[in-house]
């Protein structure tokens, strides 16, 4: 098979910009994210993850790759199975093909990555580009390099149980559109459904309100946790926001780079500056993190750090709320 | 964040294993957008050891929860091998209130050889480590 490893700072955008290469589709990783719709927050407080609320900065997992490749116009086809046997004899069909795979997956089963990131997390993404042996050649998108994978882990990692379950689930593109994508019209689509997702859900904790709603929390965590639990959840906050490969700022820095992109491909200076106030408080998330960091480092869980958290945070909620806003009236 | 000011902190639990290092998006000087390679970043790698930490603080407060009969050994491997009991029931194919039961001292003992053999397969152990916990 030819082709190129294109590093991505996250999973679904990368293995979506790497398929597409290969289909000789280039298109940058903030596009897709863009056009995907992949911005967003989300705080479910009653949903704990390893004890702690659970906090995203992002669209649910495959959410990216379902809208972006629709409006793109390429067609993906998509399975699960039943038994592991079958899982990996389809792989390997495909492969025999010469069509790359898509393979969700959990990372606690990846051996080329750091023991400090092999939680029970399940929907990792990486490419399969082909088999030699008993090894696969796997394109991890966050990677630099190509790694390999001997069959026993991958099909581990396919099998993972828990929350969300694998079930040996790959991916592949099965037809590429006749024509070239009408990208002006994918990114104000991609645009406009972030509008609604982001600034409409009824509930508070759903979409960019969410920050401030999170504020409110933070700020009873004296109260209502222990003082390990309230640094864990803090914590936890980072690790979404910096670690699971956002490229910075919880998506905030790749979701400017769109607009950035988009503001150049559509000759719009009203997209340009979104950008540049997106960029601004992509550095806020930043600093908010290096602060969160101190406390942990610490271990002040005094009461009046969470006050000074939270503020920082309601801050950004704020910009975040109006930014959405103004973002949906540009005309273009 | 500025291309400049993209962080460069080299931490021990990246083992190296990220070569040149993550993607990061960052501001050229002329205001657009480009990606920087970075090894690592301190608050970042804070907040992961802070959660490895944790890790270790539950394993060990689960052996001597064993140790002093109030858990199974159950309960300990599945806090070391990272899993929760609905992860465990997934991988037992069990439901999470058996899984759950099985940390009862009591109803451990009484387990089925099959029960503890798959067990020790999840967990990739011995048997004589279930039974004979130290």
């Not at chain 1, 080329?112 to 929907?123: E, G, I, M, S, V």
């Not at chain 1, 609604?196 to 904790?205: E, K, Q, Y």
């Not at chain 2, 992860?87 to 089925?112: N, S, T």
């Amino acid at each position: 098979m030819n082709f190129n490893h294109i590093q991505s700072a996250h999973c679904e955008t990368g293995v979506i910009v790497n398929m597409l290469d290969f289909h000789n589709m280039q298109l940058s990783e903030p596009m897709i994210f863009g056009i995907g719709s992949g911005i967003f927050f989300i705080h479910l407080p009653f949903i704990e993850v390893n004890g702690v609320p659970a906090t995203n900065y992002r669209i649910w997992p495959g959410g990216i790759f379902s809208r972006a490749t629709k409006l793109l116009g390429a067609k993906v086809k998509s399975k699960k199975f039943r038994s592991p046997e079958k899982s990996m004899e389809t792989l390997d069909d495909l492969l025999a093909w010469n069509i790359p795979v898509g393979v969700m997956c959990s990372v606690y089963y990846l051996p080329y990555l750091p023991d400090a990131y092999r939680f029970h997390f399940n929907a990792h993404n990486i490419i399969i580009w082909g088999k030699e042996g008993d090894e696969y050649i796997v394109g991890d998108p966050v990677l630099p390099d190509l790694k390999r994978i001997n069959k026993d882990d991958l099909q581990k990692a396919r099998w993972a149980k828990g929350f969300p379950e694998p079930s040996g689930k790959l991916y592949y593109i099965e037809k590429m559109p006749s024509h070239n994508p009408d990208l002006p019209e994918a990114i104000r689509r991609g645009i406009r459904r972030t509008m609604f997702l982001i600034n409409s859900a009824p509930l508070p904790f759903i979409g960019v309100k969410g920050i401030n709603y999170l504020a409110g929390k933070i700020e009873k965590y004296p109260e209502k946790y222990s003082e390990r639990k309230s640094l864990l959840a803090l914590g936890n906050l980072i690790r979404m926001q910096e670690e699971i490969g956002t490229g910075g700022g919880g998506f905030r820095f790749m979701y400017a780079a769109f607009l950035k992109e988009a503001g150049k491909l559509l000759n719009n200076d009203q997209l340009n500056n979104m950008s540049s106030e997106m960029t601004e408080i992509g550095d806020q998330w930043r600093v908010f993190a290096y602060n969160v960091a101190r406390i942990i480092k610490d271990r002040a869980g005094k009461t009046d750090n969470f006050q000074t958290i939270a503020n920082q945070l309601r801050e950004i909620g704020e910009k975040e709320v109006n930014f959405f806003k103004k973002l949906g009236k540009i005309k273009f | 964040m500025k291309k400049n000011e993209v962080p460069q902190d080299r931490e021990d639990i990246y083992e190296d294993k990220f070569g040149e290092g993550l993607l990061k998006y960052a501001v050229e000087e002329s205001g657009d957008y480009t990606t920087v390679q970075s090894v690592g970043w301190e608050p970042e790698a804070t907040a992961l050891k802070q959660a490895l930490e944790e890790v270790d603080y539950k394993v060990a407060k689960a052996a001597e929860e064993v140790r002093n009969g109030t858990r199974s050994p159950v309960f300990y491997f599945m806090e070391k091998k990272l899993m929760d009991p609905g992860i465990l029931a997934g991988y037992m194919g069990l439901w999470k209130w058996q899984v759950k039961r099985h940390f009862r001292p009591d109803v451990f003992k009484k387990l089925r050889e099959k029960t503890l053999k798959k067990y020790a397969q999840v967990f990739c152990i011995d048997m004589k480590e279930l039974t004979e916990f130290k």
